[in-house]
């Protein structure tokens, strides 16, 4: 909680400095920046010798936290405009009809599940689909702003390198509250995959349901899902080293 929503958005805030003043592009680093990953950052960790089973545990307790404090973030770092132009019209009912709907039918699911076993069976033979459709989501939707990216080429320059700096800062918090805390090097690398994946797979829907003028935020968000990507790559040969047993 204070790595994510107390020293996080402070970083942020110190490198939307960095960016042009698009306001498509800076709605676009906030919306992704501003909420972390609350599932593959789990699939992440535990290729790090993590301690992801915690993380699973207190999953819940970001996802809420993130919901709530998204609008207010945005209103502090983007005044009351953005909050008009996008939350009241287009975010909200987007963010109810994408994101709340499939997880009460999640949750339905689940039941029908424990008391069904037929039902049960047929979950379990599709544990195996997110992985592979999530990529194809990315890379459908990378492949549709492809003209947009060009369009933005010049001014997406800064928003790519405010993803490289924010990984970098992402584990140097989570190095450092891990020692501040005391915590085990398997809970600090968790600590520091949290602080660095950002949750892409929500915002994405949200972003494509605003208007033209926002547009860029789009290409904002899938730029910043490739950036992580190749980062949490280079982030399972870097963690063991930058935390070790020995810290």
Not at 200 to 217: D, H, I
Request: hydrophobic content about 60%.
């Amino acid at each position: 909680m204070l790595g994510n929503f107390v020293l996080v958005p402070l970083v942020i805030g110190g490198l939307l400095l960095l960016l042009p003043d698009i306001p498509a592009i800076r709605l676009g680093v906030l919306l992704i920046l501003l909420v972390s990953c609350t599932e593959w950052f789990l699939s992440f960790s535990r290729l790090a010798r993590g301690d992801s089973a915690r993380a699973i545990a207190a999953a819940h307790v970001p996802v809420l936290a993130q919901l709530a404090l998204l609008p207010i973030y945005i209103w502090l770092f983007m005044g009351e405009l953005a909050i008009e132009l996008t939350l009241g019209s287009h975010l909200l009912p987007a963010f109810f009809g994408l994101i709340i709907t499939p997880l009460v039918l999640a949750w339905l699911t689940e039941r029908l599940a424990e008391k069904h076993p037929p039902a049960k069976a047929l979950v379990s033979g599709l544990g195996w689909l997110p992985v592979p459709l999530l990529d194809l989501v990315v890379f459908l939707i990378a492949s549709s702003q492809a003209s947009l990216a060009i369009d933005e080429g010049a001014t997406l320059w800064p928003a790519l390198l405010v993803f490289l700096l924010y990984l970098a800062l992402a584990a140097t918090i989570g190095k450092y509250l891990s020692r501040i805390f005391g915590l085990t090097a398997a809970a600090g690398r968790t600590l520091i995959f949290s602080f660095s994946t950002r949750n892409s797979f929500v915002m994405l829907p949200l972003a494509l349901s605003l208007p033209e003028p926002w547009r860029a935020a789009i290409v904002v968000i899938v730029s910043q899902s490739l950036v992580e990507l190749f980062g949490m790559v280079a982030y399972l040969c870097w963690l063991p080293r930058l935390i070790s047993n020995s810290d």
